[in-house]
């Protein structure tokens, strides 16, 4: 299997051979962040376009078909609208706070997507409290979606703000929670480490039941986490026009749009690396042969392949259901999943510790 | 006749003109207590206001409402007078029958009629700072008097109301409609959910709405007061652009009430055919009430299934009528146009083709978890309050009502056909939507037994080129999609209809959006707006 590590080894000492040893760092971690940036805007551009065709196929329509073949270009066109719109000067906004906000949850969303393990050795921040790290830095994001909600001065936006701050705060429990179900599992909270563990099987199968009613609620609560249907409260479009980012135009919308869009990625790349086995591909004990076949397909591609899966049913989610109530929202979270939760926490401790997993 | 005996019985001075439908003329003095008696008194029991019209008779000015028992199944004009022009007052009844509440602001609008103890007396639907009132005969509509206002209206948190002493003298004194530290937001005129331009102004503690408060009056086109200018087929057009989504009905309705008055049969074969597109209509109707309510709820794929299936039914209205919306295909005295070959065969395919499609709706919808806790249980409307409100049409139904007009004096060849009228018990969101569910089986049913049975005739009969009304008040109504759309025509003998006024099913479902909503969230306010299934232009006319 192809180790990206190669690569980036050889850049490395390549930079270091001419530079001094900051110098060399420091040019690294610019290269480092302008690659981020723009799979992070590949991505995003890449799943609004699925989105829309996800969408028009279960909507008996075919979607976007004129610009480009199969209209693959129009969301790049939208990309150059949105970035050539004005931003509108709103009054009676709490200016700085209202300009803050879309940047706060942009940077939430970065560093999240910064902690996934791509690929064999194409990990950025890989330290031994990596999912630690995760969980902290994309809640920052609720506060970006709180301040555009009071910032707004606008009453739809504040009870769009309100509503996502209860139902945020609310899921961002139940996905503490199945994912330390996992680290139990795994014994660390290192990144890099649980990908690797998976080489033998991958955690959702590993894990037995507890493992399975993880990813279940992990799932739900990534959805909710992400605002999206059936959890799109916060933005309920027919209720609130659209929530929190009613007053926003131009860029700063569309940081909330890209924010939003990848926020699902890092979603369904957790979910990938703790419990569908990131890039590792699929191995069966005792099938030599297919395992061999499988490890001929890139890490990269198995990585992309399983967030795509999650993606996609996150995406029936929301393209089948109609909009949960504020209270049955909390009521699912609070009543249910939390309960369920922390049941399934200890159940995994048990099996971890008379070791009834495979 | 009993009837007229028992009222000349409670109401020694009033006049009794008799007639198909018997008018009650009572000074205002002895108004309210012949309108408490009609309600109360167990012989009469009047319980359903129907239509209240306001008018200008030239030397009074008065309102003529028109009641209806739901025991007993009579119905009676009930109308009074001031001939104080410059100060009209009258008493309110506003306490006794619930829609009289928003009838009587719709009167006091347009005639500047003042109803003694009503608890809001607003204008409904003109600006706050219109000059004079456009029904009465002498209004001057001149535009220099009331200019296109480049300003917007202002919203008041108070509202006038009018009480009068045990001497009779008036005073004027104020209702407060939201406190100064209220949460008050507004749903409307521009929402995505309010269906058109309708404007809620909401109080909220949290997410709890704490009371509504209904402006209407954004798309109000005062298509009465064009109609008075209008010759009678001229008028027709009018009708189509009320609830656009039940455009035949509507001008079913006005062709029943001239075809009345003029005393016209029209041939079995247009009865049929009307009859039939009746159905279309509402099967169409039914399907964007379908689509709405799951969008308004957040299910967006389910949309565009109940979009895709009217297609099929718009087509259908199309290919004979020529429009999709607007269709213009009743006149006076029979059609536009005999039905198209075609439409036969295509009325089969659509039977054979709309019942698996439900089926796929109540497995993405009706049986979702999701949904059915958001509409189970929630904006319960009682039979006494449909009745009071007069809340017709599936919404009324939904509450136990038995109110379907088809059932009760029915028209066109409705007697002929075999079908059910839905009824339900709840009165809760999900029972508005089955019965709108399951009134699609029933028009499907209806369409089954109709479609191969048009007997051979003419499409029209032929009428006299000048239409005119003998003198005289008419009213005629039809179910329509959202409930009882009834015409009330006064004439004076003319070829223009001395006033002419619809009753508007949407205007009796708003006005039952507060009471409905109290105590629930924002949410629930959207779903109860969607199953009521309220269309604008129809309530402000």
Redesign the interface.
């Known amino acids: 299997m192809f180790d990206f590590g190669v690569v980036t080894q050889w850049i490395d000492e390549l930079l270091r051979s001419f530079l001094p040893g900051t110098a060399a760092t420091l040019v690294e971690l610019v290269l480092i962040g302008l690659c981020l940036l723009v799979g992070y805007a590949v991505i995003a551009l890449i799943l609004i376009y699925a989105e829309r065709k996800v ?1 028009a196929f ?4 075919i979607g976007p078909n004129r610009v480009g073949p199969y209209g693959t270009i129009q969301s790049i066109a939208d990309m150059l609208k949105m970035l050539t719109k004005e931003i509108i000067e709103i009054n009676h906004v709490d200016r700085f706070l209202f300009n803050l906000a879309p940047f706060m949850v942009i940077i939430a969303s970065v560093l999240a997507f910064g902690c996934l393990p791509f690929a064999k050795g194409l990990h950025v921040i890989d330290f031994n409290v990596g999912i630690f790290f995760l969980i902290a830095v994309s809640s920052i994001g609720i506060v970006g979606i709180l301040l555009a909600g009071w910032a707004s001065n606008n ?2 936006s504040l ?1 769009g703000a ?2 996502s701050g209860a139902q945020m705060i609310s899921y961002e429990l139940s996905i503490g929670l199945s994912i330390l179900t996992l680290v139990v599992f795994s014994g660390t909270m290192q990144l890099s480490e649980i990908v690797e563990q998976q080489a033998a099987g991958w955690f959702i199968f590993r894990g037995h039941i507890p493992a399975f009613i993880a990813f279940v609620i992990y799932v739900i609560a990534g959805t909710a986490e992400t605002n999206r ?2 959890f ?2 916060p933005e ?6 659209a929530g929190y980012h009613t007053e926003y135009s131009g860029m700063h919308f569309g940081f909330f749009y890209l924010a939003e869009y990848l926020n699902m990625f890092v979603v369904a790349g957790v979910a990938t690396t703790l419990f569908l086995g990131g890039w590792m591909p699929l191995h069966i004990p005792g099938w030599e042969g297919f395992n061999q076949v499988m490890d001929y397909i890139p890490s990269l591609i198995w990585f992309a392949g399983k967030c795509a899966v999650v993606i996609f049913i996150i995406m029936w989610f929301k ?10 929202l909390l009521h699912l979270e609070w009543k249910y999943l939390l309960p369920i939760n922390l049941c399934n926490l200890l159940l995994m401790v048990i099996v971890v510790v008379f070791k009834l997993h495979f | 006749m009993e009837l007229i005996e028992n009222i000349k019985h409670i109401a020694p001075d009033a006049s009794v003109e008799e007639g198909k439908i018997p008018t009650i003329t009572v000074p205002p003095t002895h108004y309210r207590q012949v309108a408490e008696e009609l309600r109360n008194n167990p012989n009469l029991s009047f319980d359903f206001l129907i239509c209240m019209t306001g008018c200008d008779w030239g030397d009074s000015l008065g309102v003529i409402s028109l009641l209806q028992s739901t025991v007993h199944e009579h119905k009676v004009f009930l109308k009074t007078y001031t001939t104080n022009r410059e100060n009209p007052e009258l008493p309110t009844v506003s306490d006794i029958w619930g829609t009289a509440n928003l009838n009587e602001r719709e009167v006091f609008d347009f005639l500047g009629i003042r109803f003694i103890n009503h608890p809001d007396m607003r204008r409904l639907f003109l600006r706050t700072d219109w000059v004079g009132y456009p029904l009465r005969k002498d209004y001057d509509a001149s535009e220099s008097i009331n200019p296109v206002r480049l300003y917007s209206d202002d919203t008041l948190d108070t509202t006038p109301t009018y009480e009068a002493t045990p001497e009779g003298e008036i005073s004027e004194k104020e209702n407060i409609l939201f406190e100064d530290d209220e949460y008050v937001v507004n749903i409307g005129p521009q929402h995505p959910a309010t269906h058109g331009v309708l404007r809620f102004r909401v109080s909220l503690e949290g997410e709890i709405v704490k009371k509504v408060d209904v402006n209407c009056g954004y798309i109000h086109r005062g298509i009465e007061k064009l109609c008075e200018t209008l010759t009678y087929p001229q008028t027709l057009a009018m009708t189509d652009r009320l609830d656009y989504l039940a455009a035949h009905h509507n001008r079913h309705a006005l062709c029943l009430c001239i075809e009345d008055a003029l005393g016209i049969e029209v041939p079995e074969r247009v009865k049929y055919i009307r009859t039939i597109m009746d159905e279309l209509q509402r099967l169409s109707s039914h399907l964007l009430f379908w689509s709405s309510l799951c969008m308004d709820m957040g299910a967006l794929t389910a949309f565009f299934y109940g979009f895709r299936d009217r297609e099929k039914v718009l087509d259908i209205m199309e290919e004979t009528t020529g429009g999709r919306l607007i269709q213009n295909y009743n006149t006076i005295g029979g059609l536009m146009a005999d039905i198209h070959p075609d439409s036969i065969r295509r009325i089969k395919e659509l039977i054979k083709y709309l019942p698996p499609m439900l089926k796929e709706y109540h497995e993405v919808f009706t049986g979702n978890i999701i949904a059915q806790e958001r509409l189970k249980h929630i904006g319960i409307l009682t039979r006494e309050n449909a009745i009071s409100y007069g809340v017709t049409g599936p919404a009324g139904r939904a509450s136990g009502w038995s109110c379907d007009v088809r059932k009760h004096t029915p028209y066109g060849v409705y007697d002929k056909v075999d079908f059910k009228e839905i009824l339900y018990t709840e009165g809760d969101s999900f029972s508005r939507y089955m019965v709108r569910m399951d009134e699609i089986v029933e028009s499907i049913h209806i369409l089954e037994q109709l479609v191969d049975n048009i007997p051979a005739g003419d499409y029209a009969v032929k009428t006299p080129a000048i239409i005119k009304l003998p003198e005289g008040h008419y009213f005629r109504s039809v179910e329509a999609s959202r409930g009882e759309f009834g015409v009330y025509i006064e004439s004076r003998g003319d070829k223009y209809p001395y006033r002419m006024k619809f009753r508007s099913p949407c205007l009796t479902l708003v006005s039952v959006v507060d009471q409905l909503t109290k105590g629930n969230k924002i949410a629930d306010l959207i779903a109860i707006g969607g199953t009521l299934d309220y269309v604008v232009p129809d309530l402000d006319r």
Do not use: H, N, V
Not at chain 1, 319 to 328: E, K, N
């Open positions: 969408c279960f909507q008996c329509r009453k739809y009870i309100m509503r249907g059936p799109d409260l309920a479009d027919s209720e609130l026009t393209w089948t259901f109609p909009r949960l109530r504020i209270d049955q």
